[in-house]
């Protein structure tokens, strides 16, 4: 088939949506779970989601564009588009992109985004309308069993600072939802120097407290916060990603208070709760621009398993 059709998305498309979803980002959202994301979806995100469709008006491919809220720029948006894998190079995505780029275009849209997996169908399509690379992001994985774990002098050391190491699940508990605000500044604190598809913003208080504290992925208690007497300063924090696996959130510490062994020791208090609580890994995401947590990591014993180019399209 040719020169097919693309309507706006529908609440009936969200089976199909999910399921070609998932066969790019397998573990990603079932039909339930991705509508009731989409109902939680700070407006401001500014989405538009389109489908392209068969003879039956069944979805085939979909394509989004939207605000990532954690690197807010109103002039700036990140692509989402994916095409069943039996209809590839069947002109599905190119369909769906000048929809969207009609859609950016009467935003006035300047900069429009996306992470692509290297030699994937993606990327080839991304590079063949004239995005560039401009970061990289690399997958890093620990088992958990091999993990170190931290020891007494690390410990010792870093105490001797007088600097103190405690949960998010035990400072909410000790001054209540003030626990949740100090950390979430923090959160924003530790990522606002670093640049990859647009500068860091902080995320929405409700968003970050949903997968920090609410959600059922978030973990509290396995969110370590390094503390100089009441004041927040480092922090390293773990999401369920699977029964038997976690995700790290963010490490980081304030620029301050770096090169001290703190992110060292709360990165290791976090296979120290992984081995403990009975999980087989732990993954995490880190830029390129971010070298000194590269560095770390393959001091801690992370080897990079995989990696995504950062592209961008300027639009004017």
């Known amino acids: 088939m ?3 059709r693309v309507r706006a998305f529908e609440d009936r498309d969200y089976t199909a949506y999910a399921r070609i979803a998932r066969l790019h980002r397998p573990g990603g959202a079932d039909a339930a779970a991705a509508r009731e994301e989409d109902a939680r979806r700070d407006p401001r995100s500014d989405l ?34 994916g095409v069943d894998t039996t209809l590839r190079r069947c ?19 300047e900069v429009v985004g996306l992470w692509a997996g290297d030699a994937t169908a993606c990327h080839a399509f991304v590079a063949k309308r004239g995005f560039v690379e401009v970061g990289r992001m690399y997958q890093q994985v620990i ?68 997968d920090n504290v609410t959600d059922a992925a978030a973990l509290p208690e396995g969110h ?30 304030l620029p301050a208070y770096r090169r001290r062994g703190i992110g060292r ?24 621009t971010n070298t000194a947590m590269l560095a770390l990591n393959d001091a801690l014993g992370y080897p990079i398993v995989g990696s995504w180019g950062g592209y961008e399209l300027r639009l004017r």
């Open 48 to 81: 538009v989601r389109v489908v392209a469709v068969d003879e039956e008006d069944a979805a085939v491919g979909y394509g989004a564009i939207s605000h990532d809220l954690g690197r807010y720029d109103p002039r700036r948006y990140v692509l989402d588009l």
């Open 224 to 253: 370590f916060v390094a503390l100089e007497g009441a004041r927040y300063v480092g922090v390293c924090s773990l999401r369920r990603e699977t029964d038997d696996t976690l995700r790290i959130g963010l490490t980081g510490v």
């Open 143 to 210: 088992a958990v069993a091999s993990a170190p774990l931290p020891s007494r002098g690390a410990e010792e050391r870093v105490r001797a600072m007088g600097i103190t190491i405690s949960t998010l699940a035990a400072l909410r508990d000790a001054v209540g939802d003030l626990a949740l605000e100090t950390a979430w500044d923090l959160h924003s604190a530790c990522r606002l120097e670093f640049v990859t598809l647009g500068r860091a913003t902080p995320d929405p208080f409700p968003i970050w407290v949903a």
């Open 91 to 109: 002109g599905v995505g190119a369909a769906i992109w000048e929809r969207l780029r009609a859609e950016l275009a009467s935003r006035g849209a």
């Open 2 to 4: 040719t020169g097919w």
């Open 265 to 288: 020791l709360l990165k290791l208090r976090a296979h120290a709760w992984a081995r403990a609580h009975g999980f087989r890994e732990i993954h995490t995401t880190t830029t390129n």
